[in-house]
């Protein structure tokens, strides 16, 4: 299930080198949150990501497996593997339902801002022994956006922990601003294709542990990763990006950023309609 040019994962790096950003990272100004409190508003502009907060019940959560596990098999069937689902929301009426979510939205409105875009979806799904690691990186190295007003969710559809390789956060690196990285070789089996070499030098690994129908939330700008998956255990999680509504996207983008909160005045996010199936 090949990306289409326009709405690839991972653009190119002669790509994103054409596009004039903002590349700090702009804390969040929210005073009176409604969701979150306002010590967890302090704690993400120190450390860059929240992590175990709660938006899924029992229930929803084998819901919510059950409809993976159908579309991975559909999605292998057809010649991909677990970690080809990307801009999901863009073709599965459920992805766009959980990337729009009122509980989720509700937590990245309390960081971001009133006038919010949610524009991608991408499920990372580690198989038992599969091999292939998540080197450290940031994401705003593979994301053609401006100014960095961007977070992604982590969404635990199954339980992510050390032995089945959770993702990683560098706490406070997002402060470095945006960073050297080299290309990935393939002996590295990186599921990515860049690596950030010697993150300690930005701070110590912290475990991002999640029960399945949990999300963390950190900054395009924090230093993150993972390891292989050496357990018998998949781990699979789904990535949800947003932005604030004044970020502008390059590479046509914008053509997959969904209006999820207040307004986008300028007109620049498509706003795309939910897909018809599911």
């Known amino acids: 299930m090949a990306e289409s040019k326009e709405f690839q994962a991972v653009p190119q790096e002669e790509d994103l080198s054409q596009i004039e950003r903002d590349l700090k990272f702009y804390p969040s100004t929210t005073t009176k949150p409604k969701r979150l409190t306002v010590e967890q508003v302090e704690q993400f502009n120190q450390d860059g990501y929240l992590r175990s907060l709660p938006i899924f019940d029992e229930r929803e959560v084998l819901e919510n497996r059950e409809y993976f596990d159908r579309l991975l098999e559909a ?12 801009t999901a929301h863009m073709k599965y009426g459920k992805v766009y339902d959980l990337l729009t979510h ?17 524009w991608g979806s991408h499920f990372f799904c580690k198989m038992p022994h599969d091999g292939k690691s998540v080197a450290w990186h940031q994401d705003a190295s ?22 089945n390789a ?33 993150p300690e030098q930005y701070g110590s690994p912290i475990d991002d542990a999640l ?53 986008d005045p300028s007109g620049h996010w498509l706003n795309p309609p939910r897909p018809e199936n599911d």
């Open 102 to 118: 009122p509980k989720i939205v509700a937590y990245v409105k309390d960081l971001l801002g009133e006038n919010l875009i949610a």
């Open 211 to 263: 029960k399945a129908g949990e999300i963390s939330i950190h900054s395009d700008l924090l230093l993150h990763g993972s390891e292989a998956n050496q357990s018998d255990r998949r781990r699979c999680g789904l990535t949800l990006r947003y932005c604030a509504a004044d970020v502008r996207a390059g590479m046509d983008w914008n053509a997959k950023g969904v209006i999820v909160s207040g307004s």
């Open 75 to 86: 999605v292998i069937a057809a010649g991909g593997d677990s970690y080809s689902i990307s």
């Open 142 to 163: 593979y994301w053609p956006l401006s100014p960095s007003k961007a977070v992604t969710v982590w969404l635990a559809i199954d339980d992510a922990d050390p032995e």
């Open 166 to 198: 959770n993702m990683r956060f560098i706490a406070g690196s997002h402060h470095f601003g945006h960073m050297t990285y080299r290309p990935s070789g393939s002996h590295e089996d990186n599921v990515l294709n860049q690596t950030i070499d010697n």
